[in-house]
């Protein structure tokens, strides 16, 4: 079964930091861009970063620019989102998610995760 599962989330006070990870299961990630969205209640889902398969491009929204850091380990069929200075806004639900090429459009991706809860808050 194909599946991508993310973990990592949880309760941080403002300005601190998260590692967020998206594991895949199923299927080699190496093949794969890969993009982390994310969705807060009452807004759309958006796109925050995404790498590419071979982890040479890497794709930042302006809201996350030079807070967050995206990575991938293909061995371990495995990709992270380093997120510091975090802020109250950043709070949402982020989801990975597994296309051929990164794009911000979700309907492009084939697999997605369940999703992880990030809350800032003091």
């Known amino acids: 079964q194909l599946q991508l599962v993310e973990s990592g989330g949880g309760l941080v006070q403002p300005g601190g930091s998260l590692r967020l990870s998206c594991a895949a299961s199923?299927?080699?990630?190496?093949?794969?861009?890969i993009g982390w969205f994310r969705q807060a209640p009452g807004k759309e889902r958006e796109g925050v970063s995404c790498i590419s398969s071979s982890g040479g491009s890497e794709n930042y929204a302006n809201s996350v620019k030079d807070r967050f850091t995206i990575s991938r380990d293909n061995a371990k069929n495995t990709v992270y989102l380093q997120m510091n200075s975090l802020k109250p806004e950043d709070t949402a639900v982020y989801y990975c998610?597994?296309?051929?090429?990164?794009?911000?459009?979700?309907?492009?991706?084939?697999?997605w995760g369940q999703g992880t809860q990030v809350t800032v808050s003091s």
């Open positions: 998610a597994a296309a051929r090429f990164c794009r911000w459009d979700p309907p492009w991706y084939d697999y």
């Open positions: 199923g299927f080699t990630l190496g093949y794969y861009a």
